[in-house]
């Protein structure tokens, strides 16, 4: 499988270049020439398979060609091995025909860790055969930079940068990165908001000469292996289910939305998925006036969704239009100039054909956290309740099954799910061990001039 920019770059990269590059030469996204397609019969044939079958089905259509396929099998098995539910991804029924799929069984409790797991093993087998290092920054609303330390501190082939909006995500996150004694990780704890770190993210690989002196590599979603790698789930689910079910996301930089969208092409049979936002809702917006424009970042409730763009919404774009890299490349740069652009009619009509949308404030987050302990007893982290408010809002009269994305461990979130239902939630032991250790970080402006000659600096 050969992937290829989304803004016409003609040359093509394989998986494993476009996994070592994360974006692509001329900043746009990879993406695959085509998409794979599924066996027929192919639900039936996995509906009791460990998750870990899924996972490799999924990584052998779009990188199988650049691993054998004993060490693919390898890499997924050691992937999803720290995962503490026999069913890595199992889903929790609600009420009938309402389930969580809970994605956060994982090392840091949060649904980064099924791409970022995959991606430091992938990374070493692919630095090791070429003999090369890189490092690797990273720009985070949370759990990404958490996920990333777990799954990237220590090892002899990287040194991992992370920037995180300074007080703009919980405790937990926090301390999940900032506690690392890992020599290779450098925390930085930047005065903005998280789409200032992402800002400085793409200046730094829009510098040509800056990202071949320090070997830059990407491990945020722009990275097409982090798509990939969360699209399992959405195949598992389905195979688990036997019917055709509608998904509502908590959705931030759209990565794992998209991942829904891959399975979709792939030939999982879906409902609507709906993108479930809080009060940083430029891509409900998007679709209801066919107008994205940016907007000042909210702070709430939920910290991982609070963005105004979405990275991976380029993605998604790219299809709309047909994969015209040049009518793209024309409006993206228009958002960076004016910071809005105009979706084309027919671009709109097929992104309203495969999702809903909806937003959800703070108070309507903390009612739906309530809500779901009184009637249940099961607590839920402010993701994803917003997940569930927009899945009762939006998909009140689908018929199958209802799923919502169950994105982090309510503990990592534990004022806000207290205030909510009065009682606070149980810490997993690690995650109780990280909240008392010292922490390591340096605070710095939203300066890219300055956060590079701290990279050169450490590397």
Request: glycine residues 6%; charged residues 20%.
């Amino acid at each position: 499988m050969d992937y290829i920019s989304t803004r016409g770059d003609e040359t093509r990269a394989s998986f494993v270049d476009a996994l070592l590059a994360g974006l692509a030469p001329d900043g746009g996204l990879y993406m695959p020439v085509s998409w794979p397609q599924l066996s027929a019969g192919w639900q039936a044939d996995l509906k009791d398979a460990p998750y870990t079958e899924f996972a490799y089905r999924v990584a052998q259509a779009f990188a199988g060609e650049s691993f054998i396929e004993d060490e693919l099998r390898e890499l997924v098995a050691t992937t999803y091995a720290p995962f503490d539910h026999k069913d890595v991804a199992p889903l929790r029924e609600l009420e009938p025909n309402l389930y969580l799929l809970e994605l956060f069984h994982g090392p840091t409790f949060a649904f980064k860790d099924f791409a970022m797991q995959m991606l430091g093993h992938l990374f070493d087998a692919a630095l090791k055969a070429r003999g090369e290092r890189r490092t690797i920054v990273v720009a985070t609303s949370g759990d990404t930079g958490a996920a990333a330390v777990e799954a990237l501190g220590g090892r002899e082939t990287l040194d991992l940068f992370v920037m995180h909006p300074e007080g703009r995500i919980s405790d937990a996150q926090r301390r999940q990165m900032t506690t690392s004694t890992a020599s290779n990780v450098h925390n930085i704890a930047v005065k903005g908001t998280f789409d200032d770190c992402q800002r400085i993210l793409k200046s730094l690989f829009a510098d040509d000469a800056f990202r071949t002196k320090i070997s830059l590599g990407a491990v945020n979603s722009i990275n097409w292996a982090r798509i990939m790698a969360q699209t399992s789930y959405f195949l598992s689910t389905a195979a688990r289910l036997g019917a055709p079910a509608a998904y509502s996301v908590p959705t931030g930089n759209f990565g794992d939305i998209f991942a829904g969208f891959v399975a979709k092409r792939m030939g999982v049979a879906m409902g609507p998925m709906v993108i479930a936002t809080n009060a940083n809702d430029i891509l409900h917006r998007t679709l209801a006036t066919g107008i994205y424009k940016v907007e000042g970042a909210s702070a709430t409730l939920s910290p991982a969704m609070d963005i105004q763009v979405a990275s991976n919404f380029e993605r998604l774009l790219f299809e709309a239009l047909d994969r015209d890299a040049g009518t793209l490349k024309s409006m993206m740069d228009g958002l960076t100039t004016t910071g809005e652009m105009k979706i084309p009619d027919a671009a709109l009509a097929m992104m309203c054909e495969t999702f809903l949308s909806d937003h959800v404030s703070d108070a309507e987050t903390s009612d739906e956290i309530a809500k779901t302990f009184e009637a249940t007893g099961i607590m839920v982290d402010p993701h994803t309740a917003v997940g569930l408010r927009a899945a009762r809002q939006q998909l009140a009269d689908y018929n199958g099954p209802r799923v919502v994305l169950s994105t982090a461990h309510p503990a990592k979130f534990a004022d806000t799910v207290e205030a909510a239902t009065g009682k606070a939630p149980d810490l997993p032991p690690h995650l109780a061990k990280v909240m008392k250790l010292p922490e390591s970080f340096d605070q710095m402006a939203a300066d890219a001039s300055a956060i590079k000659d701290y990279i050169e600096a450490r590397i």
